[in-house]
């Protein structure tokens, strides 16, 4: 049974800081991309940050540039997404993705979903 568990969200002021983590069990980890998205009220799930296989690509929504980091750890079937300087339009619920083919953007395409972690920024 393939699972994909978010953990590390909360409330958070703005200009804090947040590292969500994705355990994954079920799947060969390393030959998946995995990806985050998020998804407020009322809004689409909109992607966030994917990583490749190897972990040597990542690729971000222009929101994140500068701002999220996205890594793994095949050893530990981990994937992180570490944010800082949250602002208040980072309010939503967090999911991670899995995807077994090269990373992409398109939450169509991913294979597997985590449940969520949510994230609230206070201004």
């Known amino acids: 049974q393939v699972q994909l568990v978010e953990s590390g969200g909360g409330f958070v002021q703005a200009g804090g800081s947040l590292t969500l983590s994705c355990a994954a069990s079920?799947?060969?980890?390393?030959?998946?991309?995995m990806g985050w998205f998020r998804q407020a009220p009322g809004e689409e799930r909109e992607f966030v940050a994917v990583?490749?296989?190897?972990?040597?690509?990542?690729y971000y929504a222009d929101f994140a540039k500068g701002r999220f980091t996205i890594s793994r750890d095949n050893a530990k079937n981990t994937v992180v997404l570490q944010m800082l300087s949250l602002k208040p339009e980072d309010t939503a619920v967090y999911y991670c993705?899995?995807?077994?083919?090269?990373?992409?953007?398109?939450?169509?395409?991913?294979?597997?979903w985590g449940r969520g972690t949510q994230v609230t920024v206070s201004s």
């Open positions: 079920g799947i060969p980890f390393s030959s998946y991309s």
């Open positions: 993705a899995a995807r077994n083919i090269n990373y992409g953007s398109n939450p169509g395409e991913y294979d597997y």
């Open positions: 990583i490749s296989r190897s972990g040597g690509v990542t």
